[in-house]
């Protein structure tokens, strides 16, 4: 019996996975000249917004955003058609996306010092996005959150989405932990959206909002932001086009800085630690880094007072960038 055709099949089989796998779970462990860089990328059918450019070994990359879908990507620039323009070029040339019309509501919610930026989505459907923080922290991962999720969802949402707001301290403290978050996600159980948390998330107890968190006198907003996106490469994560301000605490101009970045402020509609009720569309806010039990009871709570919904498939978890693109639908 002949089994070349077989074997070719196999092999062809295999290098796709192969690339698949190495586009999802690369690090990128020498990086070098990481910059903001802005423009246009075009590979037939599809146009990206480029956002950041790296080399690592020897070779140029792109991180590009899908101003569609907000989807984002690393990339070789190799396969594009680029053209290169400022942040506000690149703006106003993908004006009517989803992606920027998001950056724009962010911005006219900008002044509050407290929870800034895109705080809930629209109702259409039943169900909310999960966001949980890891600030800094000497506590373990709170690995409830995620086999609680992967338990109720797994016969109806499968990966179920959830989106983790990360800080470079957290990251450099818990290897471990992340490595468990990303077996999860490797097995398909459940899908993570890396939202950039800052790298130091200074605080202060005795500060006034107006000069504490990112506000603090002193602070570097590009290492805050750029760090943190190599952090997350070199540790295998992807990052988003969302930003979570330390504390929720902002200024006008500071999201003004962060939009120049093309990052988008996520706040929140529901804290569950502090009593705030999630309505159908929210975007539902507790700690995953151990220091917040009280809003991971909450939240279990809540899973279990809709396990019958769930199962139904009337209630869900939405993936946080749908929820920000599907509140601009239509409008302009
Ligand atoms: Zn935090």
């Known amino acids: 019996m002949n ?42 059918p599809q146009d990206w917004m480029i956002l950041r450019q790296f080399e690592n070994e020897g070779k140029s990359y792109y991180l590009l955003v899908n101003p569609q879908t907000l989807e984002t990507k690393i990339d070789e620039p190799d396969f594009y058609q680029v053209k290169l323009m400022s942040i506000a070029e690149a703006r106003t040339f993908f004006k009517n996306t989803p992606y920027q019309k998001a950056l724009r509501r962010a911005e006219k919610q900008s002044i509050a010092l407290q929870d800034a930026g895109i705080e809930s989505g629209i109702p259409k459907e039943t169900g909310i996005s999960l966001t949980a923080d890891l600030c800094p922290s000497h506590r373990p991962l709170d690995k409830r959150i995620f086999t609680d999720i992967f338990t109720e969802f797994q016969k109806v949402e499968r990966p179920v989405p959830v989106a983790l707001s990360v800080t470079g301290v957290w990251m450099r403290q818990h290897p471990q932990d992340l490595e468990w978050l990303k077996q999860m996600q490797a097995k398909h159980e459940i899908y993570i959206t890396w939202i950039n948390h800052s790298f130091n998330h200074h605080v202060s107890l005795k500060a006034p909002l107006k000069e504490n968190f990112l506000l603090e006198p002193g602070t570097d907003m590009n290492y805050e932001i750029l760090e943190t996106e190599k952090a997350m490469l070199k540790n295998g994560l992807l990052p988003s086009v969302f930003f979570r301000f330390p504390g929720l605490v902002s200024d006008q101009q500071l999201v003004y800085k962060l939009t120049d970045y093309g990052l988008i402020p996520i706040g929140t509609d529901a804290w569950l630690a502090k009593g705030q009720q999630p309505q159908s569309g929210s975007i539902v806010l507790i700690h995953g880094n151990g220091n917040e039990p009280v809003g991971v009871n909450d939240f279990i709570k809540l899973l279990q007072s809709k396990a019958g919904s769930i199962a139904k498939k009337q209630w869900l978890l939405y993936d946080l960038r749908e929820t920000v693109e599907d509140e601009f639908e239509g409008s302009n």
């Open 3 to 44: 089994t070349k055709p077989l074997k070719y099949l196999l092999t062809i089989f295999i290098l796709t996975c192969a690339h698949q796998l190495t586009n999802a779970q690369a690090n990128y462990r020498k990086i070098e000249n990481y910059k903001t860089f802005y423009g246009w990328a075009h590979h037939y």
